[in-house]
């Protein structure tokens, strides 16, 4: 059986069922009181599944921005940069996974390879497209006046791009949050790791699944939340 | 015991900065590729302080002739000079600060305030926060802008305002030499005019060289010290002042791209006090007509006008109106105004459309100083006799 070498992922996490076999627990079902006494079970794997998220988020948009920085000014880098980070995009997460098993083994590593690899694509474009959105008058004018193409960069071009830059990045936490519950094939662990350890128990899938779905929502507000704070312009009344 | 200097940026402005003189030595420019030149042997200079119009028909180079002046482009050969001094020796960023930008589209920064857009340049050469703050203020009243507006984006202004703040933020730091492409060209005529009067009241205030580009020969006229015509293929067809290119065209180019109407733009250049004014008989209401009808023999206007006691305008009177006792200001027709400082081509215009073809000609306080007449205007446009050729020593 092909999951084989990573079926130890989730072992911590089987439940008691020696209980009445009329049992909710027993019953795979909902079980509240199961939910409150084991609740904090889960609150290891969620770090965990918050640290490979938020590393992965921060090194594919160091990545994604300083090739997109590189590609504004030399727009023949434009799409072979795409091409690239098109084909990354498109690898089956699991696939990935395996592929880099032989290279950095079991762990961390593994997953954040693959976690990063699948940002790069979508906050790539977005810090292409906003460059590309700024107003070509405003930059004009900015050299006319004497800033340099590096203060025209960061003092017109790149605040005026955050907006587009910020969508891009809420697309990838959003993203990533899920994919990081796959992460646990690679014995990276994360809320994958309970999740898959027991698909049938409903209680299970709803705590493991649902934390999933409340760290996309706050990753999303806090993404906007910058984004808010970095574009008063935007908010304007006209 | 010895003041310790000030901060270089912080040395205060001197109290005009002088204009520069502009310079272009045979400059040419042309594309790789390109079969024509864009700009062909431009030789021209603006004396400081003069505002250069360079006019012409879309594609005749007359924008590419501004950038090079601050290197946005640069020419192929010939040269530049500023002062005496070529551009091809300064960091094209170092002398871009000491030159006014403004162009059509504004350029205004949309994610920075009116406050914030007017402090790029003082920011750039490290003003302090408070001299800064000072400047803006002055800014925004020598363009007409309330101080209210130093918070707001860009979005929030109208075009016209817009283009105010881009005025503000070309003069920030006071620089010698202003360019300007079609600042004003997407603005409504009404609020366009308005500003084309507030950048002559700024020049003559304080004297900057300033290079102008527009496509539109009537801004050209009004504006410019000197017009330099272009021509498609970046040949320069004219340079002269407008009064030159509307009396003597060098060619057909040049009198077609003028108009046919350049007898009337003529008018454009000349101002009310400039034309003789007429005496006109001055009675007040209640006069008895007799002693008005007296009155007309010694005037050179044949109508009498009645004025109000403080001297201003009220009504024309004529034959049937003294048939009265008395003068009844309600009976005569309704006066042309115009102002001794409005130029001619307005003036004549507020005449035509009255049915009595003279105007009083009013003081600031609004007071009678003369009767501008369609015939003093006509004689105005009667050919000027020819300029004297100079003649073979007899």
């Not at chain 2, 400059?27 to 700009?39: E, Q, W």
């Not at chain 2, 050969?77 to 589209?105: C, D, F, H, K, M």
């Not at chain 2, 009243?141 to 209210?148: E, K």
């Not at chain 2, 881009?166 to 492409?181: E, F, N, Q, S």
Request: a negative charge; glycine letters at 8%.
């Amino acid at each position: 059986m092909i999951a084989a070498p990573l079926a130890q992922a989730g072992e911590g996490f089987v439940r008691d069922r020696s209980g009445d076999a009329g049992s909710c627990v027993a019953r795979d079902g909902v079980c509240p009181d199961w939910i409150a006494d084991n609740l904090d079970r889960y609150v290891d794997p969620l770090l965990r599944h918050v640290l490979l998220t938020v590393v992965a988020l921060a090194i594919g948009f160091a990545i994604a921005f300083a090739l997109g920085l590189l590609a504004h000014r030399r727009r023949w880098l434009v799409a072979p940069i795409v091409q690239v980070t098109g084909i990354l995009y498109t690898i089956p997460s699991l696939a990935l996974f395996f592929l880099l098993l032989p290279l950095t083994g079991r762990g961390f590593l593994t997953a954040e390879i693959a976690l990063v690899s699948y940002t790069l694509l979508i906050i790539f474009r977005n810090v292409i497209a906003g460059l590309d959105g700024v107003p070509a008058d405003a930059v004009d004018a900015a050299r006319g006046m004497g800033l340099t193409d590096r203060e025209v960069l960061w003092r017109v071009e790149l605040p005026l791009a955050v907006p587009e830059i910020a969508a891009g990045l809420r697309i990838a936490a959003t993203t990533t949050v899920g994919l990081a519950s796959l992460a646990f094939f690679a014995g990276a662990g994360g809320l994958g790791d309970p999740l898959y350890a027991d698909l049938n128990f409903k209680s299970n899938v709803l705590v493991a699944g649902g934390l999933c779905v409340l760290l996309a929502i706050v990753l999303d507000l806090a993404v906007l939340a910058g984004q808010r704070v970095l574009t008063p312009w935007t908010r304007v009344a006209r | 015991m010895t003041v310790p200097p000030a901060p270089a940026g912080d040395r205060p402005a001197a109290a005009t900065t002088p204009a520069a003189e502009l310079r272009f030595e045979e400059v040419v420019k042309r594309y790789p590729g390109a079969d024509a030149a864009t700009i062909e042997g431009l030789s021209l200079t603006v004396p400081a302080g003069e505002i250069l119009v360079l006019v012409g028909p879309s594609g005749c180079g007359k924008t590419t002739a501004m950038r090079m002046v601050n290197r946005m482009i640069e020419p192929t050969s010939g040269r530049i000079l500023i002062a005496g001094r070529p551009t091809a020796e300064r960091e094209p960023a170092e002398l871009r600060r000491e030159i006014g930008y403004v162009i059509q589209q504004t350029g205004l920064f949309p994610h920075r305030t009116v406050a914030d857009n007017i402090a790029t340049v003082p920011r750039l050469l490290d003003w302090s926060r408070d001299r800064i703050a000072a400047r803006t203020t002055e800014l925004l009243d020598l363009v007409g802008l309330d101080a209210t507006f130093a918070g707001r984006y860009p979005t929030q202004l109208s075009g016209g305002q817009r283009q105010r703040v881009g005025v503000a933020r070309a003069l920030a730091v006071d620089p010698p030499l202003m360019l300007m492409d079609e600042p004003f060209g997407a603005i409504d005529p009404i609020t366009r005019d308005r500003l084309q009067n507030e950048l002559l009241r700024l020049q003559r205030a304080q004297p900057r060289t300033i290079v102008f580009v527009t496509h539109d020969i009537d801004e050209a006229i009004k504006l410019g010290d000197r017009v330099a015509v272009m021509r498609p293929g970046g040949h320069l067809a004219q340079y002269a002042t407008p009064a030159e290119l509307l009396l003597a065209p060098a060619d057909e180019f040049v009198e077609r791209f003028v108009g046919a109407d350049r007898a009337l733009k003529r008018l454009a250049l000349g101002r009310v006090r400039d034309l003789p004014l007429e005496r006109p008989a001055l009675v007040r209401h209640d006069d008895p007509s007799a002693w008005v009808r007296a009155q007309l023999g010694d005037a050179e206007v044949p109508y009498p006008l009645v004025v109000d006691p403080d001297g201003r305008p009220v009504a024309w009177l004529d034959e049937d109106d003294l048939a009265a006792e008395r003068v009844d200001a309600a009976a005569g027709s309704p006066v042309a105004i115009v102002s001794r400082d409005d130029v001619l081509r307005d003036a004549f215009s507020t005449v035509l459309a009255h049915a009595v073809q003279y105007a009083a000609v009013v003081d600031d306080a609004g007071a009678v100083v003369g009767v501008l007449s369609s015939d003093a205007v006509a004689r105005e446009l009667a050919p000027a006799p020819a300029p004297a050729e100079p003649e073979p020593a007899a």
